[in-house]
């Protein structure tokens, strides 16, 4: 091989791996990484009652949201301090003396632990949860502190701010010491610590895989349902008139046949020369013309429509299935069956027998079979046997037919 076909060979090899990395460097990404780190903030009041009557060197010491955590408070001579300590194992002592109360102003920001702001008595045994959580030790925190010391008054004396982390085991850090000759002159019988603790977990990553379907997905129907609603009513880019009656309802024909399948046989694209610019319509009123329209163009119905007249919902049922729009249809005979009574259910299911609506028909027929005593009680009843022979007769033997499946269960 001389060096032009070896220098020949390198390019090709090291654009073949150019390739590659670029190739693969845009592969489609199906997840990503996620850092979330995870923060509680606490605020709890801890206050001492008779606090001169406590004996030099003393240590009082109170929970925190965890068995792992402890606040000491040492009594000195002249003064005190405030301790955070951090254990491996929980003891089971705590301050449970009438001279030292412990309780929270306020519920954590973010609890996740059900056992946060719990006070423990002397001697108490754990309870099996807390058993378990102290097998398993304490994950690497990072807690922040800010305490107020206050007098029985309430008057702030002094503030301490700090910040330690857990991840020696046994530790014991001062958060703050308050060394005074004057000190019982401040506080003589109640000393108050407003404490806010604030907990910074271990920040856990995760990966989360993407569902490339769901992210596709848009959720601007109803933007969309109003900016075609605005499109009808200013009447924009109208091509053709609808007459109806004495009134004229202007349309676009492209959106009228895509969604009607009888609109679209009168628009058809392939006589594009005979779309006619207007449509007289004789069979369906006005009131539910305009409903079927606009529903063409939106999507939906007007929430006023639920109270419209039983007439009218004839009516748009009517349109909805002479203009095969089948969505609107069901919509409409669904609400039928809310407004459904002994006195109209028999009209109810002569529509649906008329338009061939074998599910609106099944729906009047359960209605029957569920009111069946007082529906044929009806005089409406007697006279839709009268006209509607063949009808009321499938209904009976409908209820029939349920009624027997019901006695041989």
């Given at each position: 091989?001389?060096?032009?076909?070896?220098?020949?060979?390198?390019?090709?090899?090291?654009?073949?791996?150019?390739?590659?990395?670029?190739?693969?460097?845009?592969?489609?990404?199906?997840?990503?990484?996620?850092?979330?780190?995870?923060?509680?903030?606490?605020?709890?009041?801890?206050?001492?009652?008779?606090?001169?009557?406590?004996?030099?060197?003393?240590?009082?010491?109170?929970?925190?949201?965890?068995?792992?955590?402890?606040?000491?408070?040492?009594?000195?001579?002249?003064?005190?301090?405030?301790?955070?300590?951090?254990?491996?194992?929980?003891?089971?002592?705590?301050?449970?003396?009438?001279?030292?109360?412990?309780?929270?102003?306020?519920?954590?920001?973010?609890?996740?632990?059900?056992?946060?702001?719990?006070?423990?008595?002397?001697?108490?045994?754990?309870?099996?949860?807390?058993?378990?959580?102290?097998?398993?030790?304490?994950?690497?925190?990072?807690?922040?502190?800010?305490?107020?010391?206050?007098?029985?008054?309430?008057?702030?004396?002094?503030?301490?701010?700090?910040?330690?982390?857990?991840?020696?085991?046994?530790?014991?850090?001062?958060?703050?010491?308050?060394?005074?000759?004057?000190?019982?002159?401040?506080?003589?019988?109640?000393?108050?610590?407003?404490?806010?603790?604030?907990?910074?977990?271990?920040?856990?990553?995760?990966?989360?895989?993407?569902?490339?379907?769901?992210?596709?997905?848009?959720?601007?129907?109803?933007?969309?349902?109003?900016?075609?609603?605005?499109?009808?009513?200013?009447?924009?880019?109208?091509?053709?008139?609808?007459?109806?009656?004495?009134?004229?309802?202007?349309?676009?024909?492209?959106?009228?046949?895509?969604?009607?399948?009888?609109?679209?046989?009168?628009?058809?694209?392939?006589?594009?020369?005979?779309?006619?610019?207007s449509l007289t319509i004789t069979d369906v009123p006005l009131s539910?013309?305009?409903?079927?329209?606009?529903?063409?163009?939106?999507?939906?119905?007007?929430?006023?429509?639920?109270?419209?007249?039983?007439?009218?919902?004839?009516?748009?049922?009517y349109a909805a299935d002479r203009y095969e729009v089948m969505d609107?249809?069901?919509?409409?005979?669904?609400?039928?069956?809310?407004?459904?009574?002994?006195?109209?259910?028999?009209?109810?299911?002569?529509?649906?027998?008329?338009?061939?609506?074998?599910?609106?028909?099944?729906?009047?027929?359960?209605?029957?079979?569920?009111?069946?005593?007082?529906?044929?009680?009806?005089?409406?009843?007697?006279?839709?046997?009268?006209?509607?022979?063949?009808?009321?007769?499938e209904a009976l033997i409908f209820c029939a037919q349920k009624f027997?499946?019901?006695?041989?269960?």
């Amino acid at each position: 091989m001389n060096v032009q076909e070896e220098a020949s060979r390198f390019s090709s090899e090291q654009g073949s791996f150019l390739e590659n990395e670029i190739a693969h460097r845009f592969d489609p990404v199906d997840f990503f990484i996620v850092t979330r780190v995870p923060v509680e903030t606490y605020r709890f009041k801890w206050i001492l009652n008779q606090f001169n009557n406590i004996s030099n060197n003393e240590e009082l010491y109170s929970c925190l949201y965890s068995p792992y955590y402890k606040l000491k408070l040492t009594k000195y001579e002249n003064g005190f301090g405030l301790f955070h300590i951090c254990q491996k194992r929980h003891e089971e002592r705590t301050v449970n003396d009438p001279t030292n109360s412990f309780f929270f102003g306020n519920v954590p920001e973010n609890n996740t632990s059900p056992f946060a702001f719990r006070t423990v008595a002397i001697n108490k045994p754990l309870r099996a949860e807390e058993k378990d959580n102290s097998r398993e030790g304490p994950c690497q925190h990072i807690i922040e502190y800010q305490v107020a010391v206050a007098d029985e008054l309430g008057r702030e004396r002094t503030k301490w701010n700090t910040c330690f982390s857990n991840k020696i085991s046994s530790e014991c850090c001062r958060i703050g010491e308050f060394r005074s000759n004057s000190w019982k002159t401040f506080f003589t019988d109640v000393l108050v610590l407003n404490c806010c603790v604030k907990v910074t977990k271990t920040p856990k990553t995760e990966k989360q895989y993407l569902d490339t379907e769901r992210s596709l997905e848009s959720h601007c129907w109803e933007s969309l349902s109003q900016d075609l609603k605005s499109m009808y009513k200013n009447s924009f880019n109208a091509d053709c008139t609808l007459e109806v009656g004495t009134e004229n309802i202007r349309v676009n024909s492209s959106i009228l046949a895509a969604r009607s399948s009888a609109f679209k046989k009168m628009f058809d694209p392939d006589k594009k020369e005979q779309i006619p610019c207007s449509l007289t319509i004789t069979d369906v009123p006005l009131s539910a013309m305009k409903r079927l329209v606009e529903f063409l163009y939106t999507g939906a119905m007007e929430e006023a429509t639920k109270d419209i007249p039983l007439q009218e919902m004839y009516d748009l049922y009517y349109a909805a299935d002479r203009y095969e729009v089948m969505d609107l249809r069901k919509m409409c005979g669904i609400t039928l069956m809310s407004k459904a009574s002994v006195d109209n259910a028999s009209k109810i299911l002569m529509l649906a027998d008329k338009h061939c609506d074998n599910d609106l028909k099944s729906q009047v027929f359960n209605f029957i079979r569920l009111n069946f005593e007082t529906v044929l009680d009806s005089d409406v009843w007697r006279y839709f046997m009268e006209n509607k022979t063949k009808l009321a007769n499938e209904a009976l033997i409908f209820c029939a037919q349920k009624f027997k499946a019901g006695v041989e269960k």
